[in-house]
């Protein structure tokens, strides 16, 4: 079935023009969701997606691939919501098999204020769309009887909030779905092509210089995530971005009944099964800034032995794989959306551990704004300027960000 479905997707390669409406740097899902919707929400279709690697070769590859709404702030549950929402209806939208799969995310608490720190989230998410509920310890065991609520006598579970909505689906499939769409509709992607510097004339971007030659934009969006620095740096941005590696890891097989995603704020880790049956386990940040993709053996002991202390069977399992990608963080640990103040010139970055989740929203809110020159509502608030005007969105809101 997987082979099937792979080999029935078609992509169609062109060369590149000298000229486009807009030029899209960056091939992963948030560039391909930007030029998906832009030619399917707004008809616009004189688009190029520049890609330096391959088609979701950044972190869209390296990702845990958790969709999930349930933030800290309203303006991160609004939007994350919509987010939800769209990967509900992605694979009927684009009629290709995403693996989308529900399956109810746990959050686990371990002290009296990570209790009160769940009802408030569970409060907050329902107020603004998203569906989440403080769940008891006996009610955690029924959601996934492996939890053991003891937490090794260690960290014991005293409650936790329960997402219903929260799910999972195929990091691959959803960039070729977005990639395939945008190319039916004529958007052109360009592989194997950097972005070397930005054309300028004064303040204002006309396109950009590749290792083919230059190409001219009337629009150029930075979807370059952990590398948005050095783009921002073309045109003459300091972005208040670090950016960080990231690391995880999968088991081999476990007999396929693990159902929820089970995360811990107090151990710092989450941990899910693939439709294979590996459970797939991840982490906090490493705290040194870096661009290093390099996978270590301490983190593989530490995260082990944390998930172990929550899910014993995990002793019985053996590591396969390990991979790492690299985060671009801001200050408040929220995206940064919209406008630069540079002419012609947009990013979408700041995306953290959480880019995965936002993809659908997140192109879909970029290309109303590419396309009408208004700002959405929705994205409003994450825009780069919230820094100079003092209205930073502090939401520490994932177990990798600590």
């Known amino acids: 079935m997987n082979e099937f479905m792979e080999r029935q997707v078609k992509l169609t390669w062109h060369e590149p023009k000298a000229s486009y409406d807009v030029v899209i740097v960056g091939g992963g899902g948030h560039g391909l969701s930007t030029a998906y919707h832009l030619a399917t929400r707004h008809g616009i279709t004189n688009v190029a997606v520049l890609e330096r690697k391959y088609i979701g070769g950044g972190n869209s590859g390296r990702n845990t691939t958790v969709i999930r709404a349930n933030y800290g702030i309203p303006e991160a549950v609004r939007f994350y919501q919509r987010s939800v929402e769209l990967y509900q209806r992605l694979e009927e939208e684009t009629g290709r098999w995403i693996m989308h799969e529900r399956k109810g995310l746990l959050w686990l608490a371990h002290t009296e204020a990570g209790v009160r720190a769940e009802r408030a989230r569970a409060r907050v998410n329902t107020a603004f769309g998203a569906e989440t509920l403080f769940v008891t310890p006996g009610e955690i065991k029924e959601i996934a009887p492996e939890v053991d609520l003891t937490g090794g006598g ?74 948005v620095t050095a783009l921002g740096r073309m045109a003459g941005l300091r972005l208040p971005i670090r950016t960080h590696p990231l690391q995880a890891f999968v088991t081999n097989h476990y007999a396929l009944d693990f159902h929820p995603i089970v995360a811990s704020m107090s151990l710092l880790f989450y941990a899910s099964q693939t439709a294979r049956g590996e459970m797939l386990i991840g982490a906090e940040i490493d705290p040194q800034p870096s661009y290093s993709y390099r996978s270590g053996h301490h983190f593989l002991q530490s995260c082990a032995f944390r998930a172990m202390t929550l899910l014993p069977f995990l002793r019985r399992l053996r590591i396969l794989r390990q991979w790492t990608g690299v985060c671009d963080m801001s200050p408040d640990y929220s995206p940064i959306m919209g406008k630069t103040g540079v002419e012609n010139f947009y990013i979408t970055t700041g995306w953290g551990t959480w880019g995965f989740k936002a993809i659908p929203a997140g192109g879909e809110q970029m290309a109303e704004l590419i396309a009408t020159g208004e700002t959405p509502e929705l994205i409003a608030p994450f825009a780069l300027d919230r820094f100079a005007r003092d209205r930073t969105l502090a939401d520490r809101g994932s177990a990798g960000t600590h």
């Open 154 to 227: 260690q960290w014991p579970v005293l409650g936790g909030s329960y997402h219903p909505q929260g799910a999972t689906a195929r990091h691959d499939r959803v960039n070729w779905a977005l990639a395939e769409g945008a190319m039916e509709r004529g958007v052109h992607i360009h592989q194997r092509t950097a972005v070397t510097d930005l054309l300028k004339e004064g303040d204002r971007v006309t396109g950009v210089m590749t290792d083919k030659g230059p190409i001219h934009a009337g629009a150029v969006v930075s979807a370059v995530g952990g590398h």
